[in-house]
């Protein structure tokens, strides 16, 4: 039977078109399932990082304005794989930041509320970060979270939202709403929210909306410019691999990259290319979402996650790796049912259209925080979430089909 199961992940692995790509990082010792939290680092990182110290080193200042890689303009270096991976033009996305900090920016220009419309939409498991942003962003404008702040849960006793339930509290608060923000795939159960429908039904309503990408870039495929989403922002130290701390990113729609008559938060590094240097203080908006940029760009952090995008783009990007991650948490799916029946429950939804590549799983059999020590003492590398969930998280840039088969087989141990 074990010899059947174990030929099974192999014969899967063995078939497997990306496979090879797995070589191209440097993967702790271990099974390494938390690409949901910290992407794992990719081999040419080092290089990437290197040349940028030797150009340091031998340039200098000049290193600013000298070759392909000038650091003036190294995150246009970015933009274009960027843009691939969220379904966004090129004038449509940027490079900069960090994540809760484009949140503010965006949020700045993209909540402006007025005395009947001033309510902004978020789900009551909101990533803490983007709650806090939220409320004192609403605190900011001297309004109130407990009148203008919608918090949105699933019923009592589900975890995930009914996607019907989602666009009916939209409808519901109608022409109150003013900015809708949402994850596009939540971050503790794995769901992936319905993101065209969700922009379609704010719309509808006159309200403006934004998604947090966090734990979707990268792992579901997105297609924003023809959602027609008002603005996204997302980190690229989960499944875009830029390592700790990395860059953030940004989209907002092309209708409002070069609306002047949004309120912004400004700084040197959007002000126009051409005369940026003359250092005068008239701003001149570059006519792009590189306007909002505030600050030169953090070249180090950038020159890893290039390396990072390569191996994307080499994978044949989303599509590609959305397949194989298709197959490969239906693999998941079926191992953990067949090894482990009702010791362990998934969260997170099983239909496809729902999930990316992380399960939320919570173990019925013992106590979990004590299952999660005892998978890390056999180094199985994923991480807890209070109050009761081990997130897995199989990679399709790295992850094998047999580290699923280990998992799943440890899994079994530890929960006897
Ligand atoms: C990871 C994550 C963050 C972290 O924000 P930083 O500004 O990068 O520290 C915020 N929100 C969500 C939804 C996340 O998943």
Redesign the pocket.
Known sequence: MTDRVALDAAALDAADPLAPLRDEFELPDGIYLVGNSLGALPRAARDNITTEFDRWSTLGVEGHFTGDLAWEAYHELLTAPLASLVGGREHEVVAMN????NLHLLMVSFYRPTPTRHKVLIEGH??P??HFAVESQIQQRGLDPATSLVVLDPRPGEVTLRPDDILATIAEHGDSLALILL?GVQ?YTGQVLPMAEITRAGHEVGATVGF?L??AVGNVELDLHHWGVDFAAW?T??YLNGGPGGV?AAFVHERHVDDQSLPKLLGWWGTAKATRFQMGTTFEAIPTVESWQLSNAPVLAMAALRASLALFDAAGGMPALRRKSLLQMEFFDRRLAETLGDRVKNLTPTNPEERGCQSALRIVAGEGRAVYERLMERRVLCDWREPDVIRVAPVPLYNSFEDIERFVGILDEVTR
């Open positions: 960090s994540l809760t900090v909101a990533f970060s983007d994850p971050y947090d966090a734990h980190c130290y989960k953030g």
